[in-house]
């Protein structure tokens, strides 16, 4: 028995002993594989600012705390963060060795690859976040297998395609991004199973058309829908309602149609930001959205009230921070009680029927920093409270009837910037206004106002814009508005009086003083009657033109230099303003006939976001193109006049030439020279681009010698910051001639920026590092540069909008193309005869350097010059090498 006994407690001792080593072996083998799995995983990766540098078998430090890594405590990896690094390369599948895997944060670097679905075998991972990368191809079926998926972050990438039912099965999803991809077709019908789901974000998908499935009221979770901007149409389902932790909702820019649904005010409690802005929904406003209980409305007519009213009453919506309903067509009264929500900062519902009024309880929404209630049809006075709102910086709110006066302290907010009343019924006189040191702007026109102009407006050190016209306004002009820096005075149509103080005419950008039959001064009907100012007009008319004919002399002789200038300063008081223009070319045009000459038949298509362009046939029977930039009032003249003329001394053969600008207070006319062959893009566009070889290659080194010279041999260096085929032109023997460039020195930076922000989220022209570095760069023209070479190479346009599965824009389809065997010569346009085939390959390596999205591989101009220049030179002139490839750029 003992000897038995004993011989069981061995084998049991050995069966455990061997156990523990086993378990032991197993640990231990497990903690040198976790540094290992890193490696391979960092060996399939491209990190060019060396990041990772710290993942190094040669260093001591433990891989726990390597670069990114985030391990448990009993140090096993269980989180891999390596956002914003610049990485590319390959996902490799080899993470999933890493058995304890939970967030894997890819987001904000370069990959360039499909959904790697390979990850779906990491079995414990349940945040994954590939946000903000070049992530393309379709998301396929296969996505189901991802069960563990609690955090799916796939927005800002080029994903396209239908949403596969598939998703359906990822059931324990929190949040659900979507947002900002190339989506197409309709959201699946299997929302109703995301029962977990906090963040659903399909915004921002332009391709996508669908309803808003109706089982999303089953995701009782949700706290936030955000689906603008994709191409959702229909109503809004009812069981919206149902969402009772709904905190951000924000449906703008679809095509929504239908009512709202009736209860959604009094369910959804929660809200702190509604967005139904520019969709097609109409009808009432659903009865008591954010009502008080047992109150149903709340209206003070007392000026005397002083803004203490108790706030118990409202019992809804009390975090309510947002709404905006704008460019819809809402009906009915404006819900009461919104206006003097505890939180509420911004209300937009400008270009609705609404009616109703602005109650005095206004001056509880303490927080209100900005309402726009332009264009409806609200019948209000303007209450007392509005003044007592500190926080308030724009209110508008033209164009509705708004009737009495105006309160002393309606501008009593320190803060206050933008204030429109304009087309309204206001009466009475324009109170002084002390408090609002920070207004800019001020309209108020087209009111009933009497009385004088306020003195104390001279003393708003930053008002740019008043208008004050047509009403009924009397006295004269005060001198003290001489103070200010305006770039709008409008008095237009009223009754005022008196000498038009000297110094506000003379540095105005835009003044509009007509209709007021008794102001006098210079360059009026009416001269003052002063004698001693009469003359002194005379003087100064006669002075003008001597200068004149000066000027004119200097022109003949600076024509001999080939640079002619004549600047023309005219004021008429007609609609369109003052005019103001340089000619560096003899121009026989008045801007007038611009004017009458620039009109919708002339207009050539929609070019460009920065403006029209317009052919225009002068009196002397030549053509110029005319394009016209709105500037909003931003650049002083001189200023401007400074930039343009930085841009029209530029002479180089592939760069239009400015022969001449006008300015009026809120639009430039560039006058260019008008080319035959119109442009680039508009050809490739046509379908049948049948341009020979030469051509293109002649076109593909003229666009790129322009480019160098702007960014190297002109002084100041310039970047074009819009290069793309449509502002290339052609003259009659194909030579390319570049335009719109550098167009921000005109605009400004911020007004530039914001153009090109608003287009650039289609364009395929703009480099991928514009989404976050809005610094422009040489290497931003160049990217252009190589997506017009792969509109040559392959003679698709850049972006082709075609609804079938080719939809890619060329960039991505090259990609594509060229990464299967043999797909180079697939891409190249089969109009091209073989002869040529290998220098369109060359072109197609330089398009595809050129389009590198890391910025620093792609070359520069000058390099780019070169390269095509070699390729020519291996065809045509075989014997020549040499010199042909001396790349001096003609000036
Ligand atoms: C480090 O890793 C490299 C490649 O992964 C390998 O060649 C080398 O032998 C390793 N060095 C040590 C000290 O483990
Ligand atoms: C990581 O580094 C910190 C301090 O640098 C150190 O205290 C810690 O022990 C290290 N962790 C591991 C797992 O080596
Ligand atoms: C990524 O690379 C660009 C260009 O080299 C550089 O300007 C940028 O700072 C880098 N970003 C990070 C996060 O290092
Ligand atoms: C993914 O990363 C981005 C970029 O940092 C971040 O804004 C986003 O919230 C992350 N997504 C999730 C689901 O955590
Ligand atoms: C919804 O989830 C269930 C499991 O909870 C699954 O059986 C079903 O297939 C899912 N539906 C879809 C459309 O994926
Ligand atoms: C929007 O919907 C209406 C019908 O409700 C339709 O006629 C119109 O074409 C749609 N617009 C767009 C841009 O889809
Ligand atoms: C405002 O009204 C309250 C209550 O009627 C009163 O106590 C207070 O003095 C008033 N404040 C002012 C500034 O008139
Ligand atoms: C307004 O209501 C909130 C929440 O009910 C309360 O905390 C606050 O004290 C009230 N303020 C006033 C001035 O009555
Ligand atoms: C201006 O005042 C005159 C006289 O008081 C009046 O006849 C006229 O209707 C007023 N015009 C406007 C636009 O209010």
Redesign the pocket.
């Given at each position: 028995m003992p000897m038995a006994s004993y011989s069981t407690l061995s084998l049991t001792f050995l069966i455990l002993s061997s156990l523990l080593i086993f378990t032991i072996n197993a640990s231990s083998s497990e903690q040198q594989q976790e540094p290992?799995i890193l490696?391979t995983f960092k060996?399939a990766i491209d990190d060019p600012m060396n990041y990772l540098s710290s993942w190094?078998?040669?260093t001591t430090t433990h891989h726990c705390n390597w670069t990114g890594v985030t391990c448990t405590t009993t140090t096993t990896i269980s989180s891999l963060t390596l956002q914003n690094l610049n990485l590319s390369g390959e996902i490799s599948p080899s993470i999933c060795q890493l058995s304890n895997l939970i967030t894997l944060n890819l987001a904000d670097n370069f990959f360039n690859q499909p959904i790697p679905l390979h990850l779906s075998q990491c079995s414990s991972l349940n945040t994954l976040n590939l946000s903000n990368n070049l992530i393309w191809g379709t998301i396929p079926d296969q996505i189901s297998e991802f069960k563990s998926l609690k955090f799916l972050d796939l927005s800002k990438n080029h994903v396209e395609g239908k949403i596969p039912d598939g998703v359906g099965s990822l059931v324990n999803l929190q949040v659900l991004n979507l947002g900002n991809n190339l989506f197409s077709g309709s959201v699946p019908n299997v929302l109703g199973n995301f029962t977990e789901l906090i963040v659903l974000d399909l915004s921002v998908n332009p391709f996508m058309e669908s309803e808003i499935p109706s089982d999303v009221g089953k995701l009782l979770k949700l706290e936030q829908v955000l689906l603008q901007r994709s191409g959702f149409y229909g109503e809004i389902p009812s069981s919206i309602v149902e969402l009772k932790g709904l905190t951000f909702v924000d449906l703008s820019q679809n095509n929504l149609s239908g009512v709202l649904p009736s209860r959604i005010g009094s369910s959804l409690k929660k809200l702190v930001s509604f967005d139904v802005s520019q969709n097609n929904l109409f009808g009432y406003f659903p009865n008591g959205i954010c009502e008080a209980s047992g109150l149903t409305s709340l209206s003070l007519h007392t000026n005397s009230f002083n803004g203490t009213l108790p706030n118990t009453s409202i019992a809804n919506c009390l975090n309510l921070e947002r709404l905006e309903v704008q460019n819809n067509g809402f009906v009915g009264d404006f819900p009461n009680n919104l206006w003097s929500l505890p939180r509420i900062k911004l209300i937009r519902a400008e270009n609705n029927r609404f009616s109703g009024e602005i109650p005095e309880s206004v001056s509880m929404a303490s927080q209100l920093e900005q309402v726009q209630i332009d264009n409806n049809s609200f019948i209000s006075k303007i209450p007392h409270g509005l003044g007592l709102v500190k926080s308030l910086y724009r209110f508008s709110a033209s164009l509705n009837g708004l009737y009495g006066e105006l309160p002393p302290n309606f501008c009593d907010s320190p803060v206050m910037s933008i204030i429109n009343f304009s087309h309204n019924y206001i009466a009475g006189e324009i109170p002084e206004i002390k408090k609002c040191k920070k207004l800019v702007s001020l309209s108020l026109a087209d009111n009933n106002f009497v009385g004088r102009i306020p003195v104390s407006l001279g003393d708003l050190p930053v008002l740019t814009y008043l208008d004050l016209s047509r009403n009924n306004l009397t006295g004269e002009i005060p001198l003290e508005l001489q103070n200010l820096k305006l770039a709008l005075f409008n008095v237009s149509f009223n009754r005022l009086s008196g000498r038009v103080p000297a110094s506000l005419i003379a540095g105005l950008p835009a003044l509009y003083i007509q209709g007021n039959p008794e102001l006098c001064g210079p360059g009026l009907s009416n001269s003052c009657s002063n004698e001693g100012s009469d003359r002194r007009i005379a003087g100064i008319s006669k002075l003008a033109c001597a200068l004149i004919s000066l000027a004119l002399l200097a022109g003949i002789l600076s024509l001999a230099f080939g640079f002619y200038v004549i600047r023309r300063s005219s004021k008429r008081k007609s609609e369109t303003g003052i005019w103001r223009s340089v000619f560096f070319y003899p121009l026989r045009v008045t801007e007038q006939d611009l004017i009458m000459a620039m009109d919708e038949k002339a207009s050539r298509g929609s070019s460009g976001a920065f403006g029209r362009v317009y052919i225009v046939n002068l009196p002397s029977n030549e053509l110029v193109a005319v394009k016209k930039i709105p500037t909003f009032g931003n650049p002083s003249f001189k200023t401007l006049r400074t930039e343009v003329k930085t841009l029209a001394k530029i002479r180089h053969k592939n760069v239009v030439r400015i022969l001449g600008f006008c300015h009026s207070y809120d639009s430039i006319f560039l006058i260019y020279e008008c080319l035959e062959k119109g442009s680039l893009g508009d050809l490739i566009g046509k379908g049948e681009f049948q341009l020979a070889w030469s051509f293109r290659l002649k076109i593909a080194i003229g666009i790129a010698q322009g480019l160098a010279y702007l960014h190297k041999d002109y002084v100041p260096h310039l970047l074009h910051r819009d290069v793309k085929s449509k502002n290339v032109l052609l003259d009659k023997e194909f030579e390319p001639k570049l335009t719109d460039f550098a167009l921000d020195r005109l605009l400004g930076e911020t007004a530039f920026q914001s153009s090109m922000d608003s287009k650039s989220a289609s364009s395929c022209y703009m480099a991928p590092e514009f989404g976050y570095n809005k610094k422009a760069t040489e290497q931003m023209d160049t990217y252009g540069f190589g997506v017009i070479l792969l509109e040559l190479v392959t003679g698709r346009a850049a972006e082709q909008m075609d609804s079938s599965e080719e939809s890619l824009d060329v960039v991505k389809w090259v990609r594509r193309k060229v990464n299967i065997s043999n797909g180079a010569l697939q891409v190249l346009d089969p109009k091209l005869s073989s002869s040529c085939q290998q220098d369109a390959l060359g072109m197609l390596e330089i398009g595809l350097q050129c389009t590198s999205v890391m910025p620093e591989k792609r070359p520069s101009m000058f390099e780019a010059v070169a390269a095509l220049q070699s390729l020519g030179s291996k065809t045509r002139l075989p014997s020549l090498d040499l010199s042909a490839s001396s790349h001096s750029v003609p000036v």
């Amino acid at each position: 028995m003992p000897m038995a006994s004993y011989s069981t407690l061995s084998l049991t001792f050995l069966i455990l002993s061997s156990l523990l080593i086993f378990t032991i072996n197993a640990s231990s083998s497990e903690q040198q594989q976790e540094p290992d799995i890193l490696l391979t995983f960092k060996s399939a990766i491209d990190d060019p600012m060396n990041y990772l540098s710290s993942w190094s078998n040669t260093t001591t430090t433990h891989h726990c705390n390597w670069t990114g890594v985030t391990c448990t405590t009993t140090t096993t990896i269980s989180s891999l963060t390596l956002q914003n690094l610049n990485l590319s390369g390959e996902i490799s599948p080899s993470i999933c060795q890493l058995s304890n895997l939970i967030t894997l944060n890819l987001a904000d670097n370069f990959f360039n690859q499909p959904i790697p679905l390979h990850l779906s075998q990491c079995s414990s991972l349940n945040t994954l976040n590939l946000s903000n990368n070049l992530i393309w191809g379709t998301i396929p079926d296969q996505i189901s297998e991802f069960k563990s998926l609690k955090f799916l972050d796939l927005s800002k990438n080029h994903v396209e395609g239908k949403i596969p039912d598939g998703v359906g099965s990822l059931v324990n999803l929190q949040v659900l991004n979507l947002g900002n991809n190339l989506f197409s077709g309709s959201v699946p019908n299997v929302l109703g199973n995301f029962t977990e789901l906090i963040v659903l974000d399909l915004s921002v998908n332009p391709f996508m058309e669908s309803e808003i499935p109706s089982d999303v009221g089953k995701l009782l979770k949700l706290e936030q829908v955000l689906l603008q901007r994709s191409g959702f149409y229909g109503e809004i389902p009812s069981s919206i309602v149902e969402l009772k932790g709904l905190t951000f909702v924000d449906l703008s820019q679809n095509n929504l149609s239908g009512v709202l649904p009736s209860r959604i005010g009094s369910s959804l409690k929660k809200l702190v930001s509604f967005d139904v802005s520019q969709n097609n929904l109409f009808g009432y406003f659903p009865n008591g959205i954010c009502e008080a209980s047992g109150l149903t409305s709340l209206s003070l007519h007392t000026n005397s009230f002083n803004g203490t009213l108790p706030n118990t009453s409202i019992a809804n919506c009390l975090n309510l921070e947002r709404l905006e309903v704008q460019n819809n067509g809402f009906v009915g009264d404006f819900p009461n009680n919104l206006w003097s929500l505890p939180r509420i900062k911004l209300i937009r519902a400008e270009n609705n029927r609404f009616s109703g009024e602005i109650p005095e309880s206004v001056s509880m929404a303490s927080q209100l920093e900005q309402v726009q209630i332009d264009n409806n049809s609200f019948i209000s006075k303007i209450p007392h409270g509005l003044g007592l709102v500190k926080s308030l910086y724009r209110f508008s709110a033209s164009l509705n009837g708004l009737y009495g006066e105006l309160p002393p302290n309606f501008c009593d907010s320190p803060v206050m910037s933008i204030i429109n009343f304009s087309h309204n019924y206001i009466a009475g006189e324009i109170p002084e206004i002390k408090k609002c040191k920070k207004l800019v702007s001020l309209s108020l026109a087209d009111n009933n106002f009497v009385g004088r102009i306020p003195v104390s407006l001279g003393d708003l050190p930053v008002l740019t814009y008043l208008d004050l016209s047509r009403n009924n306004l009397t006295g004269e002009i005060p001198l003290e508005l001489q103070n200010l820096k305006l770039a709008l005075f409008n008095v237009s149509f009223n009754r005022l009086s008196g000498r038009v103080p000297a110094s506000l005419i003379a540095g105005l950008p835009a003044l509009y003083i007509q209709g007021n039959p008794e102001l006098c001064g210079p360059g009026l009907s009416n001269s003052c009657s002063n004698e001693g100012s009469d003359r002194r007009i005379a003087g100064i008319s006669k002075l003008a033109c001597a200068l004149i004919s000066l000027a004119l002399l200097a022109g003949i002789l600076s024509l001999a230099f080939g640079f002619y200038v004549i600047r023309r300063s005219s004021k008429r008081k007609s609609e369109t303003g003052i005019w103001r223009s340089v000619f560096f070319y003899p121009l026989r045009v008045t801007e007038q006939d611009l004017i009458m000459a620039m009109d919708e038949k002339a207009s050539r298509g929609s070019s460009g976001a920065f403006g029209r362009v317009y052919i225009v046939n002068l009196p002397s029977n030549e053509l110029v193109a005319v394009k016209k930039i709105p500037t909003f009032g931003n650049p002083s003249f001189k200023t401007l006049r400074t930039e343009v003329k930085t841009l029209a001394k530029i002479r180089h053969k592939n760069v239009v030439r400015i022969l001449g600008f006008c300015h009026s207070y809120d639009s430039i006319f560039l006058i260019y020279e008008c080319l035959e062959k119109g442009s680039l893009g508009d050809l490739i566009g046509k379908g049948e681009f049948q341009l020979a070889w030469s051509f293109r290659l002649k076109i593909a080194i003229g666009i790129a010698q322009g480019l160098a010279y702007l960014h190297k041999d002109y002084v100041p260096h310039l970047l074009h910051r819009d290069v793309k085929s449509k502002n290339v032109l052609l003259d009659k023997e194909f030579e390319p001639k570049l335009t719109d460039f550098a167009l921000d020195r005109l605009l400004g930076e911020t007004a530039f920026q914001s153009s090109m922000d608003s287009k650039s989220a289609s364009s395929c022209y703009m480099a991928p590092e514009f989404g976050y570095n809005k610094k422009a760069t040489e290497q931003m023209d160049t990217y252009g540069f190589g997506v017009i070479l792969l509109e040559l190479v392959t003679g698709r346009a850049a972006e082709q909008m075609d609804s079938s599965e080719e939809s890619l824009d060329v960039v991505k389809w090259v990609r594509r193309k060229v990464n299967i065997s043999n797909g180079a010569l697939q891409v190249l346009d089969p109009k091209l005869s073989s002869s040529c085939q290998q220098d369109a390959l060359g072109m197609l390596e330089i398009g595809l350097q050129c389009t590198s999205v890391m910025p620093e591989k792609r070359p520069s101009m000058f390099e780019a010059v070169a390269a095509l220049q070699s390729l020519g030179s291996k065809t045509r002139l075989p014997s020549l090498d040499l010199s042909a490839s001396s790349h001096s750029v003609p000036v």
